[in-house]
């Protein structure tokens, strides 16, 4: 017998086109991902759906696996046995002659077809473009956590659009037309590992509401932003079918420090290997916009590179407290240094008239190739901010990452020499670096690269916001920064040893 959490049932008679079910380590979300799968395939056959997970190893050992098991136990539907003459679907191969079919295919590679007639693709999304040109009515993915966002917004949701089902007056699902067209879909998963779920349901506007229910089960959160449902759910609320200790051994055996990630579905939960690990989004961000004072100085740092954009972050100092007011991250074509000085002077700070201090990456004082001879980006930066009487602070040389990092993360964690950096929650991609950036083995920045699936350009994603804060610190705190500095660089204590004639043993 069926017996779902009410997070599950949420999901299930959501009528929203996209709903995504976000959960820790044993919320049953492939079990929910079979109850709805079914509920498609044998009340709408003609709609054809797609079941695609991370990879096609997890696709068939893990997904496909207990997807089958929930037909199976729940309903019934058993894949056929070609000697027994018994079941209900087959994958992969044509139907057999007494099947029903309503479509058929040149080739059945990744075809489930069942023996009322219903069709289901399966697939892998890292190998999304080979789903590119089919047309569905229905998709459900699942462990999405480390998927490109380019094959779920684009790729997936752009297949979305075979006509068959649709919502009635009374929220029913019914096959005949009526002006609201219904193709649904379902992401189950674990808290990601890319930025881009977190951004698209816009949980970060609601990440205290999230904290204050998730950890305190059976509450959940469950939010409708536009045409999108959220549920986020701890394991607990799943408990009734799971193993009685399953939940005491997580707790056990998985590290404090991941509980809140694999257990409770903490969406904001550290996954670990971050550079800045002691940035805490509950605690370092908020709305600091409004603390903007035009008489006060202005920093500004900037980062010239131009993939993914050219960036500037704004800030200002209280005493000792540094809050980011805001950030200028200008893509292709407006991604130079130029254009984005233009919107920094179109912003409310154009007329600033407190002084303005300018930072940012010292190798922006060599020539800059894009422009005339003689010019270099910081040359371009003070004429194009000149009525601001902008004062240089660029450092010679790049302060070391490892040790700055350190020296940040001290910051961060104690408030060290009682400095505290804050940043305003419009600051996105500057957050998004502050978390999703990782740390490489010798303690510096790991700049993962990607690969733009239009153009072709590898770009690093995460680091470059980032930078133009470091830049702004080591500078602006120069002598905190210098003291910490020094404290790690000092040389170990040499060691005398007594000359052998006095030696002793």
Known sequence: MITLSDPQCDILE???????????????????????????????PRLRGLIAANTYSQLSRSTLF????????EFGVTEYDEKKKTGHFVVGKQPPAHFTTFYEFDSYNNIMSFSWGAVVYI?????????????????MLDETKDT???????????????????????????????????????????????????????????QTEIKATIYLPPQYFRKEVGNKLVTISASHLNRHNLPSNYIDNQFANVGKDKHGMLIYGDPFARAGGEFYKHFDRAKHVG?????????LALHLSFD????????????????????????????????????VCEAFLKSRFGQHAGGVFVYGDPSGNKRDTRSEEGTNDYSIILKALAKLRPQSRVATKAPPVAVRGEWINAVLE????????LFDEGCTNTIGDLIYLKEAPDGTKLKETTKDENTGVTFEKFGHTSDTCDYFYTSAFKEQWQRFHKKEAAPLPTLILPSASKATY
């Open 14 to 44: 959501s009528r929203k086109q996209v709903n995504l079910f976000l959960a820790g380590q044993g919320s049953g979300k492939t079990h929910l991902a079979g109850v709805i799968s079914y509920l498609y395939l044998s009340q709408f």
């Open 66 to 73: 207990r997807i089958r098991e929930v037909w199976k136990q």
């Open 123 to 139: 697939g892998s999304l890292d190998n999304y473009k080979a789903l590119d040109g089919m047309e569905i009515g229905w998709a």
């Open 148 to 206: 490109k966002e380019v094959a779920v917004k684009e790729v997936i949701v752009g297949r979305l659009r075979q006509p068959g089902l649709y919502v009635n007056e009374a929220g029913e699902l019914v096959g005949e037309p009526t002006p609201e067209p219904f193709n649904p879909l379902y992401i189950f998963t674990s808290p990601a590992k890319v930025p881009w779920i977190n951004e698209w349901f816009s949980l970060d506007q609601y």
């Open 287 to 295: 709305k600091f916009a409004g603390l903007y004072d035009p008489d």
């Open 304 to 339: 010239q590179n131009v993939i993914p954009y050219n960036t500037l972050t704004v800030h200002q100092i209280f005493g000792k407290r540094s809050v980011q007011l805001a950030e200028f991250c200008l893509e292709n074509p407006n991604n130079s240094t130029g254009k």
């Open 414 to 421: 104690r408030q060290l020499d009682g400095l505290e950096f």
